[in-house]
């Protein structure tokens, strides 16, 4: 029992102390609670949540745990720290039932609210439960929840929580004025007013009502009040909320037209982040316009781009009005092309439209025909007061555009009213203007639409006379002939009239009419201006001499080819042979031959050479001077062996021989004729010469092995081959193609290696040709081309280039045509071949013998202006791809000084663009007008000068200008594809930009 006894005590005992321990350590957890309780009231957040950590560490109770917990995660969202949200989550999971739980939420979310966190108040209110809210924290709460939503510019969502404490004492005055800037958001101006009327002040947050009331004055039309409270706000406004104010300030001036007054603070305003959009421009540049300042005011409207609305129309027209009173109408023609384009307001596109179209009549249109732009107006505005004018403008706008191909299609169409003279006279130009691009049919067809129409004597006398020209250029002589008649007849002068003798004495020279040649040259050179044109009076003189030479009167011949000698002219070198053989025809040879002998001495590179020294040749042997002779005979072999003379020379030598009875010598000579020179007429010569010589030798039977041995001969065919070749020419002489080539083929085919086997494939070429059997006359030139030198080569090889460079086979046509250039005795094939091979290098890319080519064409100073033209633009061209600027810059000047139509257009725009990489914007402008105006026909360079153009309006800041040129390049000219996305870059470019500082743009890639 004692035992028992002190076990029992001792247990006592135990609980006794084990409880005593339990009890102090509770107490002391709970000093700790308060402890850190007290040090969070104190704001020292972080010792405080130290300590609530460790009571939540030792502490068993779970009210004082859960406390803890709280404290923890609202000290944490108190230090910003980064678990601080988490904390709050574990305490709400961790203690579903705390009465803390709420209030948890809401001072998490009231915490944020106060530090500006909107975001996370906003999370944080979205889970407070209501129904434990008191009235105050309720009010608290509503408020609060609809600010953060306004923060976050969800105003629907923000209303029905302001609305709940519109009618607080404490959140009242401030929901009514967040209400209000909600509705001056949506634009519900006048709800917005009434709300911050009842505010009477801003919040302590927010110190804007003024602003804001200033704002909406301006929006409602209270001008008055808007610059007073604008005013009143603005010392008490940092510097961003002062712009807005100036604007606000501004705008109502301007929109009392107190402009003077408005100024200053338009320009104060700096624009919403740094940008204005086209209102605040329009604004601001109508001040300078009412101000007369017209050149701020073009600065500055010119700012406003891509605006399709009511400010732009009028922003856009009175850019207009500023360039015309700056005189600058190449400008303002691109305002008022936008204005008339915006149909809001009808009276300003009106007013527009016949700017746009006045405008175009007297510069140019470098998107339209001006035509077809005044008579767009006349049909949009059938009733306008401005008719008359128009229609007098559209008539003459046929002739300042130039382009008559567009004006006939309209006055064909009938969609346009005028007279017949009218439609004559642009008949007549656009008929010049085919002419002097080389269409001489199509030409012809228009001038003979200007004869029928036209009554002013005038223009019927030069439609006539550029009839006759045409006609000659498809050689109908006898057409030109005719017709350059018929406009002598008329005695109305004309600019024309001063080439009529030259051009009627050259018809009168290809029909034979030699008298009457003979006298129009001569009425020419009498002429006072024929000074004035030496090539042409140099010419006059050579034709002079030729028609007296070819009618055998010698004398005067002389006495012509005298007067072109003594101008050293062109072609000086083939007035001294033909003066030379013409002493020859007046039976004074010695005096012929000392001229040819001096000849030889003078002109040295003189194509003529080879022709006076067979002459020459042929002269000592007619005077008994046969050593001399030989001896130039053989000159003439050794020195020119690809000479058309060359083959007669031998012959007559060997005719000498056999005449002097030299007759080995002369056999020598014909074999080697028969030989070299087979097929040619020569040839058969030869063979009957060495046949004569044969048989005075006795030695037939050598002549028969000979002639076996040559190229398909037979003593026993020569009669039948002559026979058969004698049948064959016969539908040739009678002019008749079809039989030529029928009766040529049947002798080739019968006699392949005949005789006269070359004569026989040129004529069947040119039967061939003439039939427009081009490809089959082909092979034919190319056997008489391939055969050595004959009367037949040069227009041999005249036609086969022809037909090469039909079919742009350059390739083909490059090695005919040196061969032409080299072997061609008449001047006008040289020039022929030489002015092709500088195409065909071009074509087939290789620019450097193009521009040899070409520097050979200029070399000629007989050439035309339009040949002159196309070397000049070859080697400018040429020097473009070879990436020479220099040089292209150099060729394209000299294109433009002599060059009309297309090339003037390439030209011109090539200076536009050497003008642009200088930086001469001005001078671009002005060049790209000239090229609108003046070659608007030529589409492809009036869109690329476009460009160009719009670059430099781009750099001198004329915005508008830059852009409207550009969509207008990208809208009307998309059969260019290359042109249209430089274009579009271009826009992009310049959009970009100035999006920067104009809001009212949007970027391109944005569109």
Sequence with gaps: MRKLAMTLLFVLSFTTVANAQQSRIWTDDLATYHQAVDLYQEDQYLASQRLFVKVKETSNDEVIKGNASYYIANCAVRLNQRNADQLVESFVEEYPTSIK???????????????????????????????????????????????????????????????????DSEYGSKAKYYLGYIAYENDELQEASDLFDQVGESPEADEKLSYYQADLNYKLGKFDQAIVLAQKQLSKSN????????????????????????????????????????????????????????????????KIIDGENATAQNAYYHLGQSYLKLDRKEEALNAFKKASEIDLDAQISQDAYYNYAKLSYENGNP?????????????????????????????????????YAEALFLLEDGRIRANEAVYGKVALYHGLNLFTAGDYQEALGNLNKAIENSTDPELKKRAVFWKAESLYQLNDFSGA??????????????????????????????????????????????????????????????????????????????????????????????????????YGFVQKNDRKIQDLEEFITKFRTSKYRDDVIYELGNTYINTNQVAKGIRTYDKLIA??????????????????????????????????????YAGTPQAVQAISSARQVYIDLGTTNDYAVWVRGLDGVEVTDN?????????????????????????????????????????????????????????????????????????????????????????????????????????????????????????????????????????????????????????????????????????????????????????????????AYFESKEGKHDAVITTVNGLSKNYGGYKLWSAKGLVVMAKSYDDLDQTLNATTILDAVIANFKQYPDVVATAQSELAIIKTKAAKTNSSVVPTSQN
Excluded: C
């Excluded at 002219?569 to 030379?580: L, T, V």
């Excluded at 040709?769 to 055969?787: D, I, L, P, R």
């Excluded at 037949?792 to 490059?814: C, M, N, P, W």
């Design 101 to 167: 739980k709420n209030s948890a939420i809401i001072d998490v979310a009231d915490y944020y609210f106060d530090n500006g966190d909107y975001r996370k108040a906003a999370n944080w209110y979205q889970r407070v439960d209501k129904s434990t809210l008191s009235r105050k924290q309720t009010s608290r709460y509503y408020f609060n929840t609809g600010y953060t939503l306004v923060q976050s510019k969800k105003y629907d969502e923000a209303k029905p929580f302001l609305n709940r404490v519109s009618d």
């Design 719 to 911: 009669e039948l081959d002559d026979t058969a070749y004698e049948s064959a020419e016969q539908p040739f002489i009678q002019g008749d193609m079809n039989g030529t080539a029928r009766e040529m083929k049947k002798y080739l085919l019968q006699f392949p290696n005949g005789k006269h086997a070359l004569k026989a494939h040129f004529y069947l070429a040119q039967a061939q040709f003439s039939q427009n059997n081009k490809e089959e006359s082909v092979a034919h030139y190319e056997y008489v081309t391939s055969m050595e030198r004959s009367e037949f080569t040069e227009q041999a090889l005249a036609r086969l280039s022809e037909i090469h460079l039909g079919t742009r086979d350059y390739v083909k046509a490059v090695p005919v045509l040196k061969q032409l250039e080299q072997l061609a005795e008449f001047p006008q094939n040289i020039i022929y071949a030489q002015s092709n091979l500088m195409k065909a290098y071009y074509e087939t890319e290789d620019y450097e013998e193009a521009v040899t080519y070409a520097n050979k064409v200029l070399s000629d100073a007989s050439i035309e202006n339009n040949l002159k033209s196309d070397a000049e633009i070859i080697i400018a061209r040429s020097s473009w791809k070879q990436g020479n600027e220099a040089a292209t810059k150099v060729g394209y000047e000299k294109v433009r000084q002599t060059a009309t139509g297309s090339l003037a257009a390439e030209a011109t725009y090539y200076k």
């Design 639 to 676: 020195d020119y062996p690809n000479s058309s003379y060359t083959s007669q020379a031998m012959m007559r030598k060997g005719l000498q021989l056999y005449n002097d009875g030299n007759l080995e010598a002369s056999l020598s000579v014909f074999k080697q004729v028969a030989g070299k």
């Design 239 to 302: 510097r961003k909320e002062q712009s807005e104010l100036n604007r606000i300030i501004g705008q109502s001036l301007f929109n009392q037209e107190k402009y003077d007054e408005a100024l200053p603070y338009l320009e104060a305003y700096k624009g919403t982040r740094g940008r204005w959009n086209n209102n605040d421009y329009y604004q601001l540049g109508y001040t300078y316009y009412k101000q007369g300042n017209f050149e701020k005011a073009m600065e500055t409207f010119n």
């Design 481 to 582: 002939y005719e017709n350059f008649k018929t406009a002598k007849k008329n005695k109305v002068s004309i600019e024309e009239d001063d080439l009529y003798n030259y051009d009627m004495g050259y018809a009168q020279f290809k029909l034979k009419k030699y008298d009457e040649a003979i006298n129009s040259f001569t009425a020419f050179t009498n002429q006072s201006d024929a000074k004035n044109d030496r090539v042409k009076l140099n010419d006059a003189y050579l034709r002079i001499g030729d028609a007296n030479f070819v009618t055998k009167q010698y004398w005067p011949a002389m006495e012509a080819y005298n007067k072109a000698i003594k101008m050293n002219g062109y072609n000086s070198d083939y007035a001294a042979f033909q003066k030379a053989i013409s």
């Design 367 to 403: 998107y339209d025909s001006v035509p077809s732009v005044i008579l767009a107006y006349l049909e949009k505005y059938p009733e306008t007061d401005k008719n008359e004018e128009m229609n007098e403008f559209l008539i003459d706008s046929y002739f300042s555009s130039k382009n």
